[in-house]
């Protein structure tokens, strides 16, 4: 078993249990709360504290609320897992958001879903073609999914986006 196998392992285990914890919730807790999903535990384990992570990891985040729904999101990888891997598939996801109008569209859809001609009502876009020439190339890149007609962000694309543009600040 390779380190990457390893640290895989590890963070599923982290996770198993984590969810099992979850178990114990009731569902009116869950309604009270009136989201979605209950917030998920802290699970980073200490960078300098683990011996599998030598050269350490980026780890990144959050928990946010939008309208009615929580979104809970934790992703990390070892730094060699970072430095190693090609980037050409994440090149092409971040490349489909440098653009004004689909930033303006992703963040449209942070507050629900919307269908090409509610985006053209909104002003968000001046056509219809526009709206699905800037729909595809997000969809196509994973950034969205269509349902009825509708486009959404997915669950585990909301703070990956986030994370993103607040990484662009001037820091």
């Known amino acids: 078993m390779n380190f990457l196998d390893v640290q895989r392992l590890h963070d599923l285990e982290r996770r198993v249990?984590?969810?099992?914890?979850?178990?114990?919730?009731?569902?009116d807790t869950?309604?009270?709360?009136?989201?979605?999903?209950?917030?998920?535990?802290?699970?980073?384990?200490?960078?300098?504290?683990?011996?599998e992570l030598v050269d350490g990891a980026v780890?990144?985040?959050?928990?946010?609320?939008l309208g009615i729904r929580t979104y809970d999101y934790q992703w990390d990888r070892p730094t060699h897992w970072v430095a190693d891997h090609e980037w050409e598939e994440q090149i092409d996801?971040?490349?489909?958001l440098a653009h004004p109008?689909?930033?303006?569209?992703l963040r449209h859809l942070l507050c629900g879903p919307a269908s090409a001609a509610e985006l053209v009502?909104?002003?968000?876009?001046?056509?219809?073609g526009t709206?699905?020439?800037?729909l595809h190339a997000l969809h196509a890149a994973g950034w969205l999914t269509k349902a009825s007609g509708s486009y959404s962000i997915p669950p585990a694309r909301v703070v990956p986006l986030m994370a993103i543009i607040t990484a662009c600040e001037a820091h």
């Open 59 to 65: 780890t990144f985040g959050g928990s946010v609320t």
């Open 121 to 128: 009502d909104d002003c968000i876009v001046s056509s219809t």
């Open 17 to 27: 249990a984590a969810l099992e914890a979850r178990l114990d919730t009731t569902p």
């Open 93 to 96: 996801r971040l490349a489909a």
């Open 131 to 134: 709206a699905y020439h800037h």
């Open 101 to 105: 109008v689909r930033g303006e569209i």
């Open 30 to 51: 869950a309604a009270a709360r009136n989201c979605d999903t209950s917030p998920i535990p802290d699970l980073v384990t200490p960078i300098k504290n683990n011996p």
